[in-house]
């Protein structure tokens, strides 16, 4: 993703039109920004960020950023990540919260895939097939150099996968097939764990595979 750039969130209603940094892989806002967004006071905004980080929800460093801007005479700002943004959204009970979180949750998909957001006139068809060409279709051709390389496809194309179902659960779109009697797998924090640690044996991951960042995965897993 091209660090610094900046996109524009328009409110369904059309009432309100911010100016969001996108930036290492999410989304970034002020407080001043989120307080336009959720229709609340600022003060109201700052309080629960600092319920997010106090109460170890998500870790300071790295979901905050103080931007520092020579030629301007007002003090540094701060920008937080979507995982903060998600999260206050929760805690103010925004309806649009959840609008700015598919959102978003959009546009990082369509920089992942393509590297740049996906013109409006592309249909979902024609991102299908993109899908298709650079996914499955091609692994089962002689044109990738090595095993690396196809193990790194699987990766963009189950990840793609992941954020297609998320954004059919936010549509309520999500349909269940092929179940099963037999409990195959429980979502606990222990047994995605030793997931993780099952996947970094198998390939040979580094030390810093699988490595949490602060407690927002056993929070976010905590939820299913």
């Known amino acids: 993703m091209e660090n610094g ?8 209603d059309g009432e309100t039109s911010i100016d969001v940094k996108l930036e290492n ?4 806002l002020t407080q001043a920004q989120m307080a336009e967004l959720f229709q609340k006071d600022q003060s109201v905004i700052a309080r629960h960020i600092r319920n997010v980080f106090k109460e170890g929800e998500l870790e300071e460093m790295s979901n905050m950023q103080i931007l520092h801007n020579t030629f301007s005479k007002y003090k540094p700002t701060g920008v937080y ?6 999260s206050v959204g929760y805690r103010v009970k925004s309806k649009r919260g959840t609008q700015f979180r598919i959102w978003a949750n959009k546009i990082l998909k369509e920089y992942l895939v393509k590297g740049y957001a996906v013109n409006k006139q592309l249909t979902q068809q024609k991102y299908d097939e993109l899908k298709l060409l650079v996914g499955r279709t091609v692994k089962g051709q002689e044109v990738l150099p090595s095993d690396e390389s196809r193990t790194l496809l ?7 996968y ?3 179902t998320l954004d059919k659960y936010d549509y309520q779109q999500l349909d269940i097939h092929s179940t099963t009697n037999e409990q195959r797998f429980k979502a606990t924090y222990e047994n995605a764990m030793l997931a993780i640690q099952g996947l970094k044996s198998k390939f040979g991951g580094s030390n810093l595979f699988g490595n ?4 927002s995965f056993k929070s976010s897993i ?3």
Do not use: N
């Not at 892989?25 to 970034?28: E, K, Q």
């Not at 990540?81 to 998600?86: A, E, G, K, R, Y």
């Open 5 to 12: 750039k900046i996109v524009i969130y328009r409110t369904a």
């Open 25 to 28: 892989d999410t989304v970034w």
């Open 81 to 86: 990540s979507l995982d903060v943004i998600i």
């Open 154 to 160: 699987d990766v963009v194309v189950d990840y793609t």
């Open 162 to 164: 992941a954020l297609d």
């Open 212 to 215: 949490e960042k602060d407690g």
């Open 222 to 224: 905590g939820q299913i």
